[in-house]
Nanobody, 117 residues
Framework: QVLLVESGGGLVQAGGSLRLSCAAS????????MGWYRQAPGKQRELVAA???????QYADSVKGRFTISRDNAKKTGYLHLNSLKPEDTAVYYC???????????WGQGTLVTVSS
């Protein structure tokens, strides 16, 4: 069974930090590109950060210098380190695995991050 489980969300004050995890099972994790997305209330889901199979990374301008994406293929787990959090970072954060060449994607259920001012 293919499963992605995010964890690590919660309530944090502005300026604080969190580490989100995305644990995969039932998939060859190392063969997938991975991305973290977020969706705030009333807004569209947006890409926050992505890391390719060869660990190339990219970030949304709004989180550059504050968030760091990483992956541990041996543990089949991806991470998103969130630092210097702002109230506008409040959203449900989703993990996505994908292989673009075969149009394959897998989504997790999301984890809520709430940043208080």
């Amino acid at each position: 069974q293919v499963l992605l489980v995010e964890s690590g969300g919660g309530l944090v004050q502005a300026g604080g930090s969190l580490r989100l995890s995305c644990a995969a099972s039932g998939v060859a994790f190392s063969t997938y590109d991975m991305g973290w997305y977020r969706q705030a209330p009333g807004k569209q889901r947006e890409l926050v950060a992505a890391i390719s199979r060869d660990s190339s990374t990219q970030y949304a301008d709004s989180v550059k210098g504050r968030f760091t994406i990483s992956r541990d293929n041996a543990k089949k787990t991806g991470y998103l380190h969130l630092n210097s959090l702002k109230p506008e970072d409040t959203a449900v954060y989703y993990c996505r695995l994908s292989i673009a060449t075969v149009n394959l994607e897998i989504w997790g259920q999301g984890t809520l991050v709430t940043v208080s001012s």
